[in-house]
């Protein structure tokens, strides 16, 4: 006879963690409100050069929801962090592209030992102002009330802003996936990581102390985290190299996938797989 079936309650689910390839650790930070399955480019385009490992944040793809109304960047490093625990990895290269760049910061501040190097994808230091804050409590709560529509009508929203206008028309598969994951993204996930997202501090004052050998990344037509926003980054983060993705809005790695993993290859060649820093 088969056991019987465990209470619903102590169901003990672990967010999935995509997990391939072998030297450097590179852990690699979604954006929202997208998961792990937006790395699909960099998991099959780098993993003869690395270890990737690409969890689901909390509250996103196959992680359990978030117990809180608000789920801060700091959680979400401290989740990040425990996922390197899981894979027995002391310090990875993190690389985080818009949200992912706002928990790689406060995972740089927090866990300074566990980061050997840091890549900045379309993302930015600062945070937001009163008017930004005040947009995405109100998305929050439209997200939370309105369930599948209003993820619907978030994505109708933001998929022209996530990309350039080239890649609107010439990836409609990009667009349409796009469209897709967001209408079935958490509804709770969604509006815990908007309202962690709104509470961030301005981490200006950190980019001055990083000292491990740092890249930014930024899409050409970026409009959410424009270009200039990697140029403050570049020219505050001691050494920082920045390289600028032609043809490429704010979701510059799958955009353009090949001089994204370009630019990440040639970065890592500067790590020794078991612990040597580049520079
Ligand atoms: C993202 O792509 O992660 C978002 O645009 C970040 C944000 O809303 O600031």
Redesign the pocket.
């Known amino acids: 006879m088969p056991p019987p079936a465990a209470p619903a309650q102590s169901v003990q689910r672990r967010p999935a963690m995509d997990d391939i390839g072998e030297g450097v650790p590179l852990l690699l930070l979604?954006?929202?409100?997208?998961s792990r399955r937006m790395w699909r480019p960099q998991l099959t385009g780098l993993a003869d050069s690395c270890r990737l490992l690409a969890p689901d944040l909390p509250g996103f793809g196959s992680s359990p929801p978030w117990p809180a109304a608000a789920c801060r960047m700091e959680d979400m490093a401290a989740a990040a962090v425990a996922r390197l625990d899981e894979a027995g990895v002391a310090a990875a290269v993190v690389c985080g592209?818009?949200?992912?760049?706002?928990v790689a910061l406060a995972l740089y501040e927090i866990f300074r030992e566990r980061v050997r190097g840091l890549v900045l994808a379309?993302?930015?230091a600062a945070a937001?102002d009163e008017a930004g804050r005040g947009r995405?409590l109100e998305s929050a709560r439209a997200v939370e009330c309105g369930g599948p529509p209003a993820l619907a009508a978030l994505a109708s929203s933001?998929v022209p802003?996530?990309i350039a206008p080239r890649t609107r028309t010439a990836r409609t598969e990009l667009v349409a996936w796009l469209h897709r994951e967001i209408a079935a993204a958490p509804p709770a996930g969604v509006a815990a990581a908007?309202r962690g997202?709104a509470e961030r501090p301005d981490r200006t004052h950190l980019l001055p102390r990083i000292s491990v050998p740092t890249l930014v990344v930024v899409g050409e037509e970026d409009e959410?985290?424009p270009p200039a926003e990697s140029i403050v980054l570049r020219d505050r983060i001691p050494g920082a190299r920045l390289v600028t993705v032609a043809g490429a809005g704010?979701?510059s790695s799958l955009e353009q996938p090949a001089a994204w993993n370009g630019a990440l290859r040639e970065f890592l060649r500067g790590f020794t797989p078991d612990g040597g820093g580049g520079g």
């Open positions: 979604h954006a929202f409100p997208l592209l818009s949200m992912g760049g706002y379309d993302t930015r937001d995405r933001l802003r996530l908007q997202m959410i985290t704010h979701l």
